[in-house]
């Protein structure tokens, strides 16, 4: 990073918030934008890929940053009762998916041991070790210390799962300048919404003891990309 990016990076994280979600006040917001707006499209989209990538209704799957349950309706409508577990920083946010978004039929299918809010990514559900693990548009909020929390948190509950994340991504001459991802979105390396170089992420996963490879036949419509994580076999 360069040290003009540095100074950028210090200021973005000790004198204002990483990002919006921070926020605990969200009560009184329309979650469906809050969240990031194209509800149906984007929650069918990780539907759609994780069934395809192997999940069946038996498996058990942590949603980490969940929000409101974009995607959360649809896996707790096709996982056996009880196998969706959801995660986030905000309470306000799983609070309004649990009472807006479910049905009475859904409500049924999960209860209070499902959901967990955290802000250091406490994984501890009373699940030793969960099939599958998805992070949908989270760590494009995320500096990469919390990243590398939260990867290091998952591969204790993990074993032989598979993780998917998507993330903003740049290349290596471009990752100091802010860069247009799509028509809505501009990404930058010192604040919120972050992109990272593929090099970066290898390098992360690595420490932390994760192989990674990107997934190329995922389209995302902000041009958000997804990359598989599996822990390393010792
Ligand atoms: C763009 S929303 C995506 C929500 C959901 N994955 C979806 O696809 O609808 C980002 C979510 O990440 C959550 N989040 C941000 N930082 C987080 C953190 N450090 N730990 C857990 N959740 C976090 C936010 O509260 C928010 O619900």
Known sequence: MSIKNLFKSLFYSYFKRDSHYYLHNSNNINHREYIGDKWDEIGKLQFDFLKKKGLKPHHKLIDIGCGS?????????YLNSKNYFGTDINYDLIKIGLSKELNVK???????NNFLVSSDFNFNFNVDYFDYAIALSVFTHLRKSNIITCLK?????????FFFGTFFLVDEERKDTPFIQS???TTYSYKDPFHYTYNEIKEISKNVGFECKLIYDFVHPRNQKMIAFQKKRS
Do not use: P, S, Y
């Open 69 to 77: 349950l974009r995607g959360g309706v649809h896996f707790i409508n």
């Open 106 to 112: 859904l409500r049924n299918k999960i209860d209070e």
């Open 153 to 161: 948190n998952l591969k204790k509950k993990i074993n032989n799962g």
């Open 183 to 185: 028509k809505q979105i």
